[in-house]
Structure formats: structure tokens, C-alpha cells
């Protein structure tokens, strides 16, 4: 079994043996016709449960031939045009070569004693960053394994900051857009925070927070006794990609005197933009900043970071143990990333990015990023001019959220930069009747799930005042204007074909 150990004796078997993981992968990615084979959880199920892992193969060539029926043969491949769903990007090659690396010589990127230049890979790559946002030569950071957990530690550090000053923890509260991430909430309850500590602003018509919402929420705080311990800002919605007025918001935020945090998973790669890097301005002003390279930087999963603009925030994470990171540790200058983040052992995600800058350079990289940004706009245009569809909003980055609409009941004009979605309960443009719009909802949603079961192309789904709709998400530069037209065919027939067998949408 030492004959599986990689290590001076045993390069030979590790070359052949990753050789043989790039070709099988390569091959399959090269034969990938569409997203994905439609194959259901009950029917892929048998084939893993079958597998005894307590026989093994005893090879590698046999592992990854059995890996193709379990898995490879019915991944769902984000690097196909005609993936349109979630915020899963292609990734770019040199970052893929940087993960057989990282993963070879395993550095663990708690301590310099495991790490060594690794960590000072990484820390070069958050002070690019932070100069990047334009945070000032105070900031750090540390990188993480995606969004949710930085902005768990940016909320974690906002509240040790309120409470240094003395505030009740009883009374604490987070402000965020009525538009933002799920994980505010969840990281309000990791906390421990009240139950209802989070306080929802509202958003206007391009689902960006209103300042003047936000201006009333503080004051309401204030009158109500409650401290504001962090406003939450999106530059990248989830849904939309909308990105709130940062200038805005940090006047308040500075006002009120209030730690402001921008959420940019997903807008962080227009930090990087030839083009469109101004849609960021204002973020400077932020305290603590998430961004999610394995979003917009075409970056494999796992690549994140939190930037703060005052490292000696950071010191809210920091806790010393003998065995590990030894508090004479920092009077020696001896850097331990432990000091700073919430994960103990952490991969040395920094490479890929490093890699990437290397051979791509930032403006590669953002020139990517403007092509899928031109190319949502090229998708606004045809929903737009096309009567089977309603578009809820000119897309700010690359997300267009849209519904099919029965044929000759698509309200709005050309061109508009926004279709006014009605409150729950009314009809747009068309009959109130529940029964429509419960047929319309259905209608979407079938054409969605019938798309997905095909596997000719994978879309994704969420609800605007409770109504259905569909949503692209464009993240592959290789995705064009007629793979946008053709899906758009594809759920139109699907669409339509269930609301001629449902007969519910004849009259409408």
C-alpha cells in the first residue's frame, strides 16, 4: 500500500496515474454535447449504491473507469454554452493546473511552519486585492472558501467592533438590501444575534437598495433603541446582479458611524474590467469587502476571500494555542494566516488565482468578464423585442430574470429599462383570476424542470413577489447570442406545450 503514497519513490505512478485523470476528463469534456444526460436522483442512485467500497479496484485505470458511470458521464458541465443557471463559471486552465499543485504538495495554509512561501503567495494576493478596491495600506485579509463564510466573519468582526464600544448585544442589528444574500440571515443566527436582527431595506424598481430607505431603517434603529452594528451592501445580486449605490450608502453608513460591508461575491470581477470598473466606485469606503473568485474570475471552487480595511480588525478571529500559533509567534514576525481566519487547515486556494495573474494578467481576466457582461446585454435585447417573454429589469451584470407570458399578453414597451413587476395577486397585463396566474407559474416551472430533463441546456428559477420566474446566468464567454436565442425556443415549447395541455390559459 506505501506504492499509493506520493512522495520521492513514487513520482512515476503519480505521473501515470494523473496523466490518465487528465485524458479521461479531457476526453469527456471534448465529447460533451450538452450540459447534462437529464439523469434523475433514482435512477444514478443504484449504480453508486452498488459500489462496495470496501473492495477496491486496486487500480487507477479501473477507478476511473468505473468514476465515468458514477459521475463523469452525468456531471453537469459548467463549461457548456448552454449552461445558463447558477453562478458556476468555466475555469480557466492555468488555475486547473495550479489545483493538481496545491493538491500534490498539500500545504496547509494555517501556519508559516506548513506553508512557507505559500503564505506569502497569499498574502500578496489579498494586498492586490485590497489595493485593487482601493482600501489603503492598512488593509488584510484572509481568504476563505466562498461568500458565505466571508461575509460570516465580516459580520463576526462588526459585531466585536460594536461591542468594543459598548453596545447591548441584545440590541444589535444588521441592515441589508431586501435584494441581498441569504447568508446575512444565517450569519445573524450563527451569531447569535436576535431573531429578528436582520432589518430588510427596501430596493427600487432595479432591485438596488434605496438610500432613502435605508436612511429611514437607521433612523428607525436609532429611535427604537437598537444599534446598527453593520450595514450590508450588494455589489452582484444573486437574482439580478444589481449593485446598490455604494457612494450612497457609505455616506450613511459614515454618517450613522455604522461598519459598512460590500457583499461582492459576485460584482468583484468589474474589479479587474478594462471597461466597467466605475460600477464599483464607492466600495473604497467599505470596511470589509467579500469577494468570491470563483465566480467572476473563472476560478475552481473553492477561491474566496474577506478584505478589511483596517487589518487590526482581524484581531477578533485571533485566538493563540501553544501547539500551533504560539502568541512569542508575533513578536517574532512569524506569519500565521490562524491568526486571522475562522479555518484552522485551509487549502492553498490563493495558487489558482495566482497562477491565473501570472499567466492571464488582470486585464485577461476582465476581459472575460466584460464579454459575458456584453453578452447579457445582447440577451436583454432579444427578451426584450421577443413577445413570449417578459423581462423584469436591464441587467446591471450578467443575470436576466424573465417568464414566458401566454402569446399576445406580454405587457411593457420596447426597449424599456424596466418592466414594473405587480404586487402579489394582480395580473400583469392579464387576467387577476388566481387560476391564471397559478397556471402561468406552472407553466414556467414545467418549462424549466422539462429543459433540465432534456439536458439540452440548464436554466435557473426564483420568484419576483411571488411569482415564478426564470433567470440566466451568464458566466461563459464561449455562450452566444444564439445559444440564448435557441434555449429561448426550447422553454417557449415547453411552456407552451403545457399550457395547451392545462387549458387553463386559453380564455386569459
Known sequence: MRSHLLNDTTTEHYRRSVIQGVERVAATLAATERPFTGVTPDALAPSIDA???????GDTASALEELESVYLRDAVYFHHPRYLAHLNCPVVIPAVTAEAVLSAVNSSLDTWDQSAGATLIERR???WTAARIGLGPAADG???????????QALLLAREEALARGADPARLCVLASECGHFSVQKSAGLLGLPADAVVTVACDASRRMRPDALADALTRC????RTPMAVVATAGTTDFGSIDPLPAVADLAARHGVWLHVDAAYGCGLLVSPTRRHLLDGIEHADSVTVDYHKSFFQPVSSSALVVRDQAVLRHATHHSDYLNPRRAVAERIPNQVDKSLQTTRRFDALKLWMTLRVMGADGVGTL??????LAEAGWRILDADPRFEVVTRPALSTLVFRWVPPGHRPGGTAAASVPVPAPGIGSGSDTRSGHVSA???ANLHARKALFASGRAVVAGTTVHGRHYLKFTLLNPQTTAADIAAVLDLLAGHAEAHAHLGETLVHV
Not at 468578464?369 to 456584453?374: A, G, K, M, N
Open 51 to 57: 459500489v462496495d467500497l470496501d473492495r477496491p479496484l
Open 125 to 127: 494576493l489579498i494586498d
Open 142 to 152: 484572509v481568504f476563505t472558501s466562498g461568500g458565505t463564510q466571508s461575509n460570516l
Open 222 to 225: 436609532a429611535r427604537e433603541g
Open 369 to 374: 468578464f466584460d464579454e459575458v457582461l456584453d
Open 440 to 442: 402561468l407559474d406552472a
